[in-house]
C-alpha cells in the first residue's frame, strides 16, 4: 500500500503493532502462493490490486461513507440477505478470518477445543487487527452451529452493536415461516439504524444489484468446467473471498472482465494446468481470507481445484433471488426461498447437500472429490464420513481432511493430498 492508512486505523482504534504483524505475514503469504502462479490470467491483476488494499481503499471509502451517513454492517454468514442491508441504504461486509491471532487472549473466552474460524473471529477483535470489524456499525451474528450460538453470547460483550438473528435447522414450512419472520425482523433493524424504511422498490434495486454479483460467480464457475481450466483454484477462491467486502457494482465489473479473458483462454485452449491434470472439487467449511491453506496445497501436489461446495464458493452464491416479484410479501418470499435453498450442514435432514457434491463433481468434470472440515465443526465432520461412503461408491474417489488455520500438520496433509491426487490421477 503506497498510501499511509495509520491515521485511519488508528481513528478506527487497531492495535497498530498488531495489524502490522498480520499484514506482514499476509503480504509474504500472498506472494508466495498466488503471485508466483505461472500463466495467469491478466485480468487477476484485479485481485493483486484488491488483496494489496485489503486494508486499505476499501476501508477508506467505508470510512468516508460512513461520514455522509452510510452505515456499514459486517456480517459472518451467508444466510445474511445483503439485498435487505442494501435495500435500507447500507453497505454489507463480511468478517469472517481464516487465520489464528491473539490464540492466548482468546482462550480466556473461549474453549481450546473449539473450531478455528470461531476461534479467529475473536481474535481479530481482541487482537485489534481488523478495520473491517471497527468500522461496522452493526454486527450480525447467526444461529447456526451450536459453537456460534454460544459464542456469540460473549462477543456481545466485545463489540459495540451486536445483532443475533436466529436461523432454523429444518425446511419445512415452519422453518419459511420463522426464516420469513426473521428476514423482517431484521428489516425493521435496519431501518432503525440506518433512518431508511425498506421499500418494495429498494428491496428490487438491491436483489437485482446481488444477483448481478451473483451472475459473475455463476459465470466463473462455468468456465471453470473447461478442461483445461482455465483459471487456478487459488485465484477462483479468492474471487469468492473478496465477494464477500467488495464493492458489489465494482466487483461484477470486473469479474466479468475477468470472465471474457477466461472465455479467450478458454477457445484457445489455455489453461491454468495441464489438460491432464487432476480435476479435483473442495467440499465443506468456508474458507475465509487469508485461508489458502488447503487449495495450496493441492495446486502444489499435482491437483487442481476446478470448483468448491462451500459458503465461499458455490454454496454461498449458487441461487438467485426471483425478480419477477412487486409487493413487500412476494419480495420477502422469495429472499425466503433463495436463501433457504443453502444447503448448510446445520441442516436435518440435509439430502440436497449431497446431492449437490454430486451435481458438482459431474458438471466440473472432477476426478475426485476432497471433503474439508475444520477441526472441532461436528456438522461438516459428522457429514463427511457419509458423504464420503457413498461418493466412494458411486465411483468418485473422495478422502476427508480435518485440520485448522496452523501450519503444524503441512508436511502430513501434503503426503495424503499427493497421494490422492496420485490414486486419481491413473
Not at 418470499?333 to 450442514?345: E, F, K, N, P, T
Amino acid at each position: 500500500m503506497a498510501t499511509d492508512y495509520r491515521p485511519m486505523w488508528k481513528e478506527l482504534h487497531m492495535n497498530l503493532d498488531n495489524h502490522d504483524k498480520l499484514m506482514e505475514v499476509l503480504g509474504a503469504a500472498y506472494g508466495s502462493l498466488f503471485l508466483s502462479q505461472k500463466n495467469r490470467p491478466l485480468r487477476t491483476s484485479y485481485l493483486d490490486f484488491v488483496m494489496s488494499e485489503v486494508h486499505g481503499l476499501r476501508i477508506k471509502e467505508l470510512v468516508e461513507g460512513k461520514k455522509k451517513g452510510t452505515k456499514v454492517v459486517g456480517t459472518y454468514c451467508t444466510f445474511v440477505p445483503e439485498e435487505i442491508v442494501l435495500a435500507a441504504g447500507a453497505a454489507m461486509v463480511g468478517l469472517c478470518a481464516g487465520a489464528d491471532f491473539a490464540t492466548d487472549e482468546v482462550e480466556k473466552y473461549l474453549p481450546r477445543n473449539m473450531c478455528a474460524l470461531i476461534k479467529s473471529t475473536f481474535g481479530f477483535k481482541l487482537g485489534g487487527v481488523c478495520p473491517y470489524l471497527e468500522a461496522s456499525d452493526l454486527i450480525v451474528g447467526e444461529n447456526t452451529c451450536d459453537g456460534k450460538k454460544k459464542a456469540w453470547e460473549v462477543f456481545a460483550g466485545l463489540v459495540k452493536d451486536l445483532y443475533v438473528m436466529d436461523l432454523p435447522q429444518t425446511k419445512g414450512d415452519g422453518a419459511r415461516a420463522m426464516l420469513a419472520a426473521e428476514y423482517k425482523k431484521f428489516m425493521v433493524k435496519m431501518a432503525t439504524l440506518t433512518g431508511r424504511v425498506v421499500t418494495a422498490q429498494s428491496l428490487i434495486d438491491a436483489i437485482t444489484v446481488v444477483n448481478a454479483k451473483r451472475g459473475a460467480v455463476h459465470r466463473l464457475s462455468a468456465l471453470r468446467a473447461a478442461n483445461p481450466a482455465p483459471i487456478s483454484g487459488l485465484d477462483a477462491l479468492l474471487v469468492n473471498q473478496i465477494y464477500f467486502y467488495e464493492d458489489p457494482v465494482r466487483f461484477t465489473e470486473n469479474i466479468n472482465a475477468l470472465c471474457d479473458e477466461l472465455d479467450e483462454r478458454v477457445a484457445s485452449k489455455t489453461g491454468a494446468a495441464a489438460a491432464q491434470t487432476p480435476r479435483i472439487l473442495v467440499s465443506g467449511c468456508p474458507m475465509a481470507v487469508p485461508n489458502w491453506k488447503l487449495p495450496a496445497l493441492i495446486e502444489s501436489h499435482g491437483g487442481i481445484v476446478v470448483g468448491e461446495e462451500s459458503c465461499t464458493g458455490e454454496r454461498g452464491t449458487r441461487n438467485t433471488v426471483a425478480e419477477n416479484a412487486a409487493s413487500m410479501d412476494a419480495l420477502v418470499d422469495a429472499i425466503v426461498d433463495r436463501y433457504l435453498a443453502i444447503d448448510c450442514a446445520v441442516f436435518t435432514p440435509n439430502r440436497e447437500r449431497v446431492d449437490h457434491i454430486r451435481q458438482m463433481a459431474a458438471a466440473y468434470k472432477a476426478d475426485g472429490v476432497v471433503l474439508y472440515s475444520l477441526q472441532y465443526c461436528t456438522p461438516y465432520m459428522v457429514e463427511s464420513m457419509g458423504i464420503e461412503r457413498e461418493l466412494e461408491a458411486a465411483g468418485i474417489p473422495a478422502v476427508k481432511i480435518e485440520t485448522d488455520y496452523s501450519r503444524e500438520d503441512m508436511g502430513q496433509l501434503a503426503t495424503r493430498l499427493q497421494a490422492f491426487v496420485e490414486r486419481i490421477g491413473k
